[in-house]
């Protein structure tokens, strides 16, 4: 587990802000941020730093989300940012 932290943009404002998910790997993470975040944030498609699990305060605990389940938790994430595949 690592803590992934990934730069988003407030869509209305156009504020930069930080999201940080405990995750399995960087893909589970960054999903998991736009399920929660992806109506009023734009988020960045790559982390910008990798912590230790639990390093910052204030994160998307992740870690029950298995490797397994990170196909749907794309599919899901995509539906939220509009892409279709």
Known sequence: MKQFEFEMINKQTKRVEHAR????????????????YGLQ??????????NPAHYVIGELDCKS??????AWLISEANKIEGVSI
């Not at 998910?21 to 929660?36: D, K, L």
């Not at 944030?41 to 990798?50: A, E």
């Open 65 to 70: 989300s298995p490797v397994t389940d990170t």
């Open 41 to 50: 944030f734009d988020v960045l498609g790559f982390c910008s730093d990798v």
């Open 21 to 36: 998910a405990t995750a399995i790997n960087e893909a589970i993470a960054r999903a998991q941020i736009v399920i929660f």
